[in-house]
């Protein structure tokens, strides 16, 4: 079975005022229906680019390379109407910080209902449906939040009715990118169950940005771990974090200890993540790699098929879990 | 909310109270005696001091205000020395043609403006984006008087298209409004541009991108409404403004409203009808920003009039 979505070599080159930067270079992977996939990365390794590239809602003067096949078709070619219509309907997306990603003019309920009200619903069964919404989302006492304004809601409470507003559309995709990094430890907890069972529940498949390990650990059912704009190595999600075939993922598993306990210490990464301005020759994870060599500064390693559904873009892939 | 209106007329009573002294001090302070401009550097001695005395002009200062204010708390401002007549009728009488004019400018500021810093701003760095920007800059630098004087040249003269003074028809109108507008509407423009442009860098423009609408219904729906939010305070605050538009404006194309009124009196001395003009527009100014406050509340929810001060 194809999967749902399946991006294929995807480049992204932004505009900066020192050139062109290429901040995703031949990123591939799959997302199966119904399937969370978690992409991990340090900051400005491209996530947020790659999840946007995929909804198609890149900053001005980006230009995109490789394949986005949406149920088999193409989408990275398709027209932009078509792109469009595909957004909210088919993949939809929460964000990092639920307070600015609302109008903060506008009651809550009328934007969650927006996409049904322009698509034609009468506006008693908008209001109902985005009632049943609210209380999907956990927001109690729907009826009456749906006439607040976003600076009326907690932190969390934002959150959940962003997930309500990305669940009106009846998408099969969604996009949380790092759904609960602006929010209180309590609450970031309790949205991630939420969006758990959601996931679970409404057959929903997912892709879970986040540099946070344990939150993809606890989520994720697959993880591609990206550095510095390219896939380092992917596969489902506890055969990675158990064994790593890859250097940084190894790092990054030891930097956090109660993902895979073997160590109790944690191991902050050593040296400066590397940025898409500057990016070393051969593998970009050389500078900082305890198991670089020769061949590592001159030779970009290719991701490829290490195990069963496990890829590595490691040159030494079969030495990291022994080491 | 009630409360809160309530408590900015009571605060405007005093701004008007400060206004309506300041009136007085400087009427008082300004060179230039209204007895010898009424009868003439030949008059006697005795003339003067008679007219000086019938005026109140020979009391003490203090005493002349404490009048003044109770005069004033019964909207009296005494006499045209001119005129004969009582000076805040004939100042009232006024008010139409300049209202005419202020408003039919700012109708032609808000559209014209809105329009063009909306083109430009939903595309910021575009060609239409830099060239609305050259004109407004273009237009914000050039003084009234000399943009009057031009359209005069222009389409009065030149074109004979339309009467360069007086009023009456629709086509009086045309000049002065559009010379009081254009600066106006360069503000608008201008604003309206750097407001939309800044909005639709909001992370909830991504969210209404993100439910599939099209750049219109995302500029329509969500942009512009948040956009607008400053560019109607700056309307209100320059409507105010606008009066020291009009009173150029008025004398340049001879239209009869209050600012041709005012330079009258001001050159004449004459202090009743100064006074009420002055008072009048004080009072007009501070209920614009009154209105401004309250329409800016409705349009943001964040700053509901109601508890906070
Ligand atoms: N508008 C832009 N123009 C040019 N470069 C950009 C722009 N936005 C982001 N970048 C660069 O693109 C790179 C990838 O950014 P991205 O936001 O995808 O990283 P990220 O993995 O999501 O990081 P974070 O964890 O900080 O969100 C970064 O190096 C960043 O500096
Ligand atoms: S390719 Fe070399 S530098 Fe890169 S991760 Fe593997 S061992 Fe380290
Ligand atoms: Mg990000």
Redesign the interface.
Known sequence: MSPLLSVAGLVVDLPSPAGVLRVVDGVSFDIPEATTVGLIGESGSGKTMTANAV?G?LPGGAVLDGALRWRGEDVLRADPGRR??????EI??I?Q?PL???????RIGR?VG??LR?SGMRRDEVRRRVVELFDRAGIPEPSRRLRN?P?EFSGGMRQRA?IA??L??NPALLLADEPTTALDVTVQARILRLLRSIQRDEGLAMLLVSHDLRVVAHVAHQVVVMYAGRVAERGPTSAVLSRPAHPYTRALVQSVPAVRTRTAIAHPLPGAPASPARRPAGCAFHPRCPLARERCRSEQPVVRQVADGRWSACHFAGEVSRS | MFRVIVKRLLTGVLVMWGAASLIFLIVRVAPGDPVTILLGTDASAEQIAELTASLGLDRPLLSQYLTYLTDVARLDFGRSYLLGQPAMPEVLERVPATAELMLTSTAIAVVVGLALGLLAGSRPGSIVDRIVSACTIALQSFPTFWVGIMLILAFALAFRMLPSAGAGTPAHLVLPSVTLALPFTAIVARLTRTSVAETMGEPYIQTARSKGLTERQVLAGHALRNSLIPVVTVVGLHMGGLMGGAVIVENVFAWPGLGSLIVDAVSNRDYAVVQAATFLIAGIVMLFNLVTDLVYSQLDPRIRLDGAV
């Open positions: 909804i809602l469009r219509r595909l957004r909210g309907r939809a997306m964000f910080d600015a990603a609302l109008n903060p003019t506008q934007q927006e996409i322009r304004y600076h962003m507003l990305a009106a559309g």
